[in-house]
C-alpha cells in the first residue's frame, strides 16, 4: 500500500501564482522527500525533510513537515512554465522496512 | 559512472516472452529500488535491495517477476512469460543508504504486444 497520498491530483495555475501541493502519510518516518516528474520518465529529488524538522527553503521551494497531523506541504513560488511537471512525495520509514514509498503524485500545469 | 543507467530505452516483446532489464547504479550507492510506474499513474514499489541484506521482494507482483543485484553494483529485473498488463515503465534508483536522497535512471519503456 502506497505511504504517502498527495492532493490535489490535478492542479493548474497561471504563470506567476503560487502551488501549493500536500502529502499525508500513515507510519512514523524517517524523513519525507519531494521529487519532480517530466514527461514520464526518471524523477528528479527537489528537497529532503527529516523528522525533527519543520520546515526548509530551496530556492522558489518551501516544504514544511508536521509529524503530529503526519502531513507535509511543497510550495513553489512564482511559478513557471518550465514547473509544469508531476511531483511525488516519498516517504522513508523508522520502523520495519526502511524503502522508499512514493505517492501517486500531483500533476501540476503551469499556464503562460 | 555519472548516473544512474538502465537499459534498454525502450523494449517492445509478444506476450509470452522472458524480458531483462538492466539498472547500473551509482557508484558506492548501496540501496537500489525498482519501481513501476503505469501511464499517468504513481510509483509501484517492486523491490529493494540494501548492501549485502536479502532483498526486500514485497512490492514484486506475481512470481513472473524477480530481480537479481550482482556484486553490489549492477540489478537485473527479469519478467518470464509476459503479459500484456505488465506493460509500463520500469525505473531504476539508488541511493548512498537507505531512505537518502535516490538518483532515479531515466525508465525502460516495456510495450507488450
Known amino acids: 500500500s502506497q505511504q504517502g497520498e498527495e492532493d490535489p491530483q490535478a492542479l493548474s495555475i497561471q504563470e506567476g501564482e503560487n502551488a501549493t501541493m500536500n502529502c499525508s502519510y500513515k507510519?512514523?518516518?524517517?524523513?519525507l522527500q519531494w521529487y519532480r516528474q517530466n514527461s514520464g520518465r526518471g524523477l528528479v529529488h527537489l528537497i529532503l525533510?527529516?523528522?525533527?524538522?519543520r520546515e526548509k527553503h530551496s530556492g522558489r521551494l518551501r516544504v514544511t513537515l508536521d509529524t503530529s497531523k503526519k502531513s507535509s506541504s511543497l510550495l513553489i513560488t512564482a511559478s513557471r512554465a518550465a514547473d509544469t511537471a508531476s511531483y511525488f512525495c516519498?516517504?522513508?520509514?523508522?520502523?520495519?522496512?526502511?524503502?522508499?514509498?512514493f505517492g501517486q503524485g500531483t500533476r501540476l500545469t503551469i499556464n503562460p | 559512472g555519472a548516473g544512474v543507467s538502465q537499459s534498454p530505452s525502450n523494449k517492445v516483446t509478444e506476450k509470452g516472452k522472458d524480458v531483462e532489464l538492466r539498472c547500473d547504479p551509482i557508484?558506492?550507492?548501496?540501496?537500489l529500488y525498482w519501481y513501476r510506474q503505469s501511464l499517468g499513474q504513481g510509483l509501484e514499489f517492486l523491490i529493494y535491495?540494501?548492501?549485502?541484506?536479502?532483498?526486500?521482494k514485497s512490492g514484486l507482483p506475481s512470481d513472473r517477476f524477480s530481480a537479481e543485484r550482482t556484486g553490489g553494483s549492477v540489478s537485473t529485473l527479469t519478467i518470464q512469460r509476459t503479459q500484456q498488463e505488465d506493460s509500463a515503465v520500469y525505473l531504476c534508483?539508488?541511493?548512498?543508504?537507505?531512505?537518502?536522497?535516490?538518483?532515479f535512471g531515466q525508465g525502460t519503456r516495456l510495450t507488450v504486444v
Open positions: 534508483a539508488s541511493s548512498l543508504i537507505v531512505t537518502s536522497e535516490a538518483f
Open positions: 507510519t512514523s518516518i524517517n524523513n
Open positions: 525533510i527529516r523528522s525533527n524538522e
Open positions: 516519498a516517504t522513508g520509514s523508522i520502523q520495519g522496512a526502511q524503502k522508499l514509498v
Open positions: 557508484s558506492g550507492h548501496t540501496a
Open positions: 535491495f540494501q548492501g549485502n541484506s536479502a532483498p526486500d
